[in-house]
């Protein structure tokens, strides 16, 4: 299949892209907010869908030891992440020269927040404090 990349830039050393490189399917919950935070950092990146690049697919699982975990992240250093966490994608971000704001850290813990929500409303409810 075609490699589908979701920006004009496309890296063209695919084992240490040129910029940062993100791996997603429109299936996974983690992949929005995580392209969300980024969008907020005004951090540049390509994002491909392994569900549309066999190519992309197979790198994802040469990375996490045969899984098709994503987001995984490949930055131009070579280096990599899978399903970071909000703090850890900060923390590389820095060694970049970008930082995740309030907003893109509320936005890349969107789905955290909204469980969060839904659970304390569940047990106050249960406990009939309101």
Known sequence: MAKVVETQ?????????ARLVVYGTPACPMV???RSALDSAKVPYDYINIWEDDEARQRVRDINNGNESVPTLVFPDGSTLTEP???DLDAKLKGMGYSLN???YLRGNFIWL????VIVYGVLRFLQVI
């Open 9 to 17: 830039h496309t890296p063209d050393d695919k084992e240490t892209p």
């Open 32 to 34: 929005y907010p995580l």
């Open 85 to 87: 966490s909000t703090g």
């Open 102 to 104: 309030l907003i893109a």
């Open 114 to 117: 909204v469980t969060g929500a």
